[in-house]
């Protein structure tokens, strides 16, 4: 199914889309304004701190990144996708709903990522980092700067590059279905414009001493997965980390958001495994 949609993408030059969707976003939607279902909206650093309760007696907590290139508003493939995983892990459902470029910096992101880790782990409950895309480069940072806050840690196509200068990345930039690199290159510039030296840490250079769980899932097919197969060789040849890759032949960029795909499915049916496997540790 993951092949069919790629030719699919690939005749419909759905890339361009998507580099539209990147550069012209409608950042007045707000999918949690007026939404019934939505529990408590706690407003924090420019930025929103949703909490949905997914069950009366929560086991733990996920604290979710959703992608979007740091200018998309979260949409409802994502939330659904999320509230699934936080139903089926019997988790408190803690979504990030961070400040956006251009009216508002990475630096902004940053500290709002900070402020919400520290109102989620107040609670006491487990907390557990769900990140897509371009959500897990903030997901990362807290973990690289409080891993003993986070009980583990999901990750799902993630951009954790933002040079894109690697020749093998490069070389998939024609193919890839999904991701338009001039474009990520655009934004990936305003994003580190907004950053003072120190306030980022090199994601490919982490601390001897970092220790967790952490999940990373990308499909091979993608545009970063170099990036990805290099964040994962580092953690697990400088860290204390135990680290789980699990990559799918025919998946494209945020695959888990087309949710009849096998590989969202083994994708969730292992993020939920994973989390309540840590949970029990």
């Not at 550069?23 to 706690?42: A, E, R, T």
């Not at 979504?95 to 006491?124: C, E, H, K, R, W």
């Not at 997901?139 to 200068?165: H, M, N």
Request: aromatic share 10%.
């Amino acid at each position: 199914m993951a092949r069919r949609l790629t030719k699919q993408f690939k005749t419909q030059n759905y890339k361009q889309t998507v580099a539209h969707s990147f550069l012209h976003p409608n950042q007045k939607v707000n999918i949690f304004k007026n939404n019934p279902d939505i529990g408590l909206i706690h407003h924090l650093n420019s930025g929103q701190l949703v909490t949905i309760d997914t069950s009366t007696a929560p086991k733990s907590q996920i604290l979710y990144f959703h992608g979007g290139a740091f200018r998309v508003p979260m949409n409802d493939d994502q939330l659904q996708m999320i509230r699934s995983i936080a139903t089926q892990t019997e988790s408190r459902l803690q979504i990030a709903d961070f400040p956006l470029l251009p009216t508002y910096s990475s630096a902004d992101m940053l500290n709002f990522a900070t402020s919400a880790l520290q109102a989620v782990v107040a609670n006491g409950l487990p907390t557990f980092l769900v990140a897509d895309s371009a959500g897990a480069a903030l997901a990362v940072q807290l973990l690289f700067r409080y891993p003993d806050k986070i009980a583990g840690t999901s990750l799902i196509s993630p951009w954790l590059d933002f040079e894109l200068t690697d020749a093998q990345v490069v070389s998939r930039a024609t193919n890839d279905v999904m991701l338009d690199i001039d474009v990520l290159r655009q934004i990936a510039a305003e994003f580190t414009d907004g950053l003072s030296n120190g306030q980022w840490l090199d994601v490919f250079s982490p601390s001897d001493s970092l220790t967790g769980s952490l999940q990373l899932f990308y499909g091979e097919n993608e545009l970063l997965a170099p990036n990805d197969k290099k964040f994962a060789t580092t953690l697990t040849a400088t860290t204390n980390m135990t680290i789980d890759v699990i990559s799918f032949r025919d998946a494209f960029h945020d695959y888990i958001l087309w949710d009849k795909l096998p590989e969202t499915k083994k994708t969730k049916k292992q993020i939920v495994t994973f989390t309540r496997d840590q949970r029990g540790a």
